[in-house]
């Protein structure tokens, strides 16, 4: 393990392979909480958590369980049962630190137990590091690392999204393309932006 490698791992998740604005992963939330800037940032924050911890389980768990009794295919299932039970934990802590929050996430916190997002790290982690169901060198760290690093990737576009989407309320856009219309419009934009960033080589 070098820091080459940890830059290369945080320079494709955060803007290269952004799980919203390259791998179209998560979108819901995107759409629908990105109106605010406060609840686009603890939303950020809770995927964070739960892409991170689930990433450190599901790896273990891979690696201990499932490889060693050749239970690989059972990998979606049971990273599902995993995520779902940090989803719980962050919901709970989230009312009961802040109930005003919990309210304004609604239905959306409780579906980060099937965003695609959360899944797809966990699986991505496994495909990227491990060969042949062997790990390689320090893919326990980089598994972990990555899953940080898609969280904060996460973060950037609810943040630059939640920041346009503030200003526009500013505007006075043609009646057909109030909210929703808009508001991919402004995320086609921002996906065709961070295109540029694929010309990258490492």
Known sequence: ???????????SAVFVNNVILSRFLG???FVAISKDTRQAFA???AIT???????????LVYRFLLVPFNLTYLRTLVFILIIAAFVQLVEMIIRKTSPALYRAFGIYLVLITTNCAVLGVAVLNIDMFFVNSKAI?????????HGLCVGIGYT????????IR?????????????????????????????????GFKF
């Open 156 to 163: 950037l576009a609810m943040l630059l999204m939640s920041g």
């Open 49 to 59: 958590f739960v892409t991170t911890i689930s990433s450190t389980i599901t790896w």
């Open 43 to 45: 939303m950020s924050m």
């Open 166 to 198: 503030e200003r526009l309320e500013l505007c006075n856009p043609p009646k057909a393309l109030k909210n929703l219309p808009l508001a991919f419009i402004v995320a086609s934009i921002m996906c065709l932006a961070f295109m540029g960033f694929s």
């Open 1 to 11: 393990m070098n820091l080459g490698q940890f830059l290369t791992i945080f320079i």
């Open 27 to 29: 979108l819901c939330p």
């Open 137 to 145: 060198s320090g893919s326990f760290i980089f598994s972990i690392f």
